[in-house]
């Protein structure tokens, strides 16, 4: 996958989403969406990726957020996320230019190594080139979320349910945060009045973001 060719500057945002090859799931069981949750926060780190083989379940991300496990200094800020079969969302700050590159190169390089091993496979896992889109306005930083959140309502059980949905950020958004500060929801959260304001906005405006992932 070719990360290279992408500008990321420094202080903006970017909407990341990144599709298997052929459709393959990316995550065939629970364990592999826990395992990808935890290398999210556990790569956004300038030191060593913490032995992800060492903890079961979401131990270690858990560890993270209280404080057992110290990382370094973040590379990126992680707005909003959502986690589905076949690709992913993710909604980011750059912090340094060249940090998403590496972030990204970091989970993309570790879960396609963990899926060939475990379900013994070869080959890429993902399609070679994916789709990074500036953000470049609020309006779109707040609407872009909104899309990212009702993401499942493609899922035959979890139309209607999105904010149930355990594999994205919307239930941190309109509950509490499960992530801490790992999650920037902050930068999205704190233009509404509350959290059922902003479940609202999102019910109303997911739909105004076109196939090429632009602002109608």
Known sequence: MSIRSHNFVKDEFYHIYIHSIEDLKIFPKKRDYERFLTLMFAANNKGEIPRLERHSGLNLAWDIVTGKV???????????FCLMPT???????????????KYLHRILLSHSKYINIKYERRGHLFESKFN??????NG????????IHKNPK?????????????WSSYQDFINQNRWNNLLSKNIIIDQFKNNKEYKNFVEENYQNIDSNLNLT
């Open 70 to 80: 110290k990382l370094e200094e973040p590379l990126i800020d992680i707005v909003c």
């Open 87 to 101: 690709h992913f969302h993710l909604l980011l700050r750059e912090r340094k230019d060249g940090n998403i590159s």
């Open 132 to 137: 990074s889109k500036h953000v470049d306005t």
């Open 140 to 147: 779109y930083l707040l609407t872009l979320s909104s899309y």
């Open 154 to 166: 493609d899922l035959p059980d979890w139309k209607d349910k999105e904010d149930k949905y355990q």
